[in-house]
């Protein structure tokens, strides 16, 4: 089982990947405001890649209670 820190860790590498961005850092409260080019479609990419590396799967409402990347966090350290 990962830590939350390895899950955050983890994340990064995702954003970096998935918005194209190398020096890209998150934060807990990190949300779709903070990163331009975070839109509806980017975030299906998103979802879609953290349920990959992380082999879960989130059911809808999981998705649409996320706040900020702490909500995902939490989620997927509670699914490891």
């Known amino acids: 089982m990962?830590?939350?820190e390895e899950v955050y860790e983890t994340l990064e590498e995702?954003?970096?990947?998935?918005?194209?961005?190398p020096d890209?850092?998150?934060e807990p409260e990190t949300t779709?405001?903070?990163?331009?080019e975070?839109?509806?479609m980017s975030h299906i990419n998103l979802i879609l890649m953290v349920?990959?590396?992380f082999n879960i799967e989130f059911s809808q409402s999981e998705v649409m209670?996320?706040?900020?990347?702490s909500d995902l966090a939490a989620c997927i350290h509670g699914k490891l």
């Open 2 to 4: 990962q830590t939350l």
């Open 14 to 21: 995702i954003f970096r990947e998935v918005f194209d961005h």
């Open 24 to 26: 890209i850092t998150i």
């Open 32 to 36: 779709a405001d903070d990163i331009e």
């Open 38 to 40: 975070w839109d509806s």
């Open 51 to 53: 349920e990959l590396r």
């Open 65 to 69: 209670r996320f706040q900020d990347v």
